[in-house]
């Protein structure tokens, strides 16, 4: 694709995302995947222009069945943005979503600016704390309905993030009970094993991700690391919290509501 191409399918991308408007699947092999993160940075680009600002990363694919059920052996990425980070507790507008969902997470922050391939032994060291989090996704396409590259073009459906309070208890993630509740009642229950075997994992993909795209991730950037249960669709005027651990083991909770309608 010419840079025009790019251009033109990110714009179409960043003005659904930018008016809640929901748009057609690409035509089958429009673009090709290395073509389909070209069109993502550009798109994140438009919103740079407007003046948010990067923040960090995320992954997607962090499970194993999510890899087979899209036919891919690799985990894909998007990247965040200011404007998509929601206070903890706080309440959350759907209007300016298409078609919200609602994933549990973890997420880390880095302490030391990550610019080449780490080992899993290196990766704590790169890191500054840990919490519960959870991911707000919004496909731009019609009916949440797309292909592999279509999904990675548009951000990998991220749409927004609310993080809970940050700790050091990484011991905490490996095979913590996940929880996510809407209302009170449980919609969804897991594990941190859903990522990757171990939610570390994911620093170290992450790591490998940005050196083959020749990019480098400052020191407190924010990396979520993928979903550790299936996503739940998100309606007006409910309280939503994400559970990870418990008792001397637990990340903690993290919480936000949505808006009346």
């Not at 008016?19 to 089958?28: G, K, N, P, R, T």
């Not at 391939?117 to 309905?145: C, G, H, Q, W």
């Amino acid at each position: 694709m010419s840079n025009q191409k790019i251009a033109q399918v990110a714009q179409v991308l960043d003005d659904a995302a930018r008016h809640a408007a929901e748009v057609d699947q690409f035509a089958a092999g429009h673009f090709t995947l290395e073509e389909a993160y070209r069109i993502q940075r550009a798109s994140i680009e438009r919103r740079v222009q407007r003046g948010e600002s990067m923040v960090g990363i995320k992954l997607g694919f962090t499970s194993r069945a999510k890899m087979i059920q899209m036919g891919v052996d690799s985990l894909i990425w998007g990247l965040l943005t200011d404007r998509m980070v929601e206070e903890e507790g706080a309440v959350v507008d759907l209007a300016r979503y298409i078609h919200p969902r609602v994933e549990p997470e973890v997420c880390f922050v880095t302490r030391r600016v990550i610019d080449g391939p780490l080992t899993a032994l290196e990766a704590v060291d790169y890191l500054e704390a840990v919490a519960p989090a959870m991911e707000l996704i919004d496909s731009r396409y019609r009916n949440f309905k797309f292909t592999l590259e279509d999904v990675v073009a548009d951000n990998c459906s991220s749409a927004g993030l609310v993080v809970g309070p940050w700790s050091r208890n990484f011991d905490a993630l490996s095979h913590a009970g996940v929880r996510m509740q809407i209302n009170g009642r449980n919609v969804q229950v897991g594990s941190t094993a859903a990522i990757l075997g171990q939610p570390l994992r994911s620093i170290v993909q992450a790591s490998r991700l940005l050196h083959d795209a020749e990019m480098s991730l400052p020191a407190g950037s924010l990396i979520m690391a993928g979903a550790a249960t299936a996503a739940e669709a998100l309606a007006p005027g409910v309280t939503v919290e994400c559970h990870i651990g418990s008792g001397a083991t637990s990340l903690g909770s993290v919480m936000f509501h949505t808006a009346a309608a």
